[in-house]
């Protein structure tokens, strides 16, 4: 199967990568992997969580240092510290996120539909006024009411929003539903759609290519697959299974993956294998 459509890889190793149990990156770690990254032709590349305090902000302004060709972007939850924290590391470019299903807003937030929408109106808009490009994303998409995913994603088109991500945060899709949910939302979603989903039950490349097949242009992945609980979908899995599967390199440079690992590897302590 030919896929002529631009795919691209938005990599989270330095942000969800580093929630993988026992990993902390040091700050030379986290430009020493950007730098492979960016060598390696990924174009996206989540640097990490500015409000997380002066440690982090510091390492980020040290990888903003490096000269890349990647567009590096941090992440911050809808509130205005979030986003000076971002500004005071010289980060142009911000990714916001919002919960969106009904489990998140309501039971662990004890919050409503209008409050998320009131925050994402208040925190875009607040990021668009230093002339910041914006990336939404929608935490526990995979458990949403899909017409409230759509909601937040034409809001977020509205006030200026380059891309949505649909994140499935527990991991509970398998490839045939990632298949099914991408189809029904891509043609109604007013912005381009970044699928990132967890491990959980070892899926998570399988989904992201499902995702891929439905049409979607961006997916996450970390190196390794590192990442919170059972981890992320593996880059390098997902890149040969676009080379074997769609015939599609999404610009990545696939000599450079061996070294790509072996600096993710030593930076975590994890082992290679092959």
Not at 111 to 118: A, G, P, Q, T
Request: net charge negative; hydrophobic share 45%.
């Amino acid at each position: 199967m030919q896929y002529n459509k631009p795919i691209q890889l938005v990599d989270t190793t330095l942000r969800d990568g580093e929630q993988a149990a026992g990993v902390v990156f040091t700050a030379e770690d986290k430009r020493d992997i950007a730098i492979a990254l960016d060598q390696a032709g990924v174009p996206w590349i989540e640097a990490g969580t500015p409000a997380m305090g002066e440690e982090e902000q510091e390492a980020m302004r040290y990888i903003l240092s490096a000269p890349l060709k990647a567009t590096i972007f941090a992440w911050n939850r809808a509130v205005k510290a979030d986003i000076e924290a971002s500004l005071g590391c010289g980060f142009s470019f911000l990714h916001i996120s919002v919960p969106v299903s009904d489990f998140h807003i309501e039971q662990k937030l004890e919050k409503s539909r209008e409050w998320v929408l009131d925050r994402l109106r208040e925190s875009v808009g607040y990021a668009r006024s230093f002339g910041c490009s914006i990336s939404v994303g929608a935490e526990d998409a995979s458990r949403a009411d899909p017409e409230f995913f759509l909601k937040v994603a034409e809001l977020a088109e509205k006030l200026g929003a380059r891309r949505i991500r649909y994140a499935d945060t527990v991991g509970r899709l398998d490839p045939f539903r990632t298949f099914e949910a991408m189809q029904s939302l891509i043609p109604r979603c007013p912005l381009p759609i970044e699928f990132h989903c967890h491990n959980d039950f070892g899926l998570a490349t399988a989904n992201t290519i499902a995702a891929f097949r439905a049409g979607i242009l961006l997916g996450s992945t970390t190196v390794l697959g590192l990442g919170e609980r059972a981890g992320n979908a593996n880059f390098e899995q997902v890149v040969k299974a676009l080379h074997k599967f769609l015939d599609c390199d999404a610009g990545i440079d696939t000599a450079k993956l061996d070294h790509l690992a072996k600096v993710v590897a030593k930076a975590s302590c994890r082992p290679t294998f092959g």
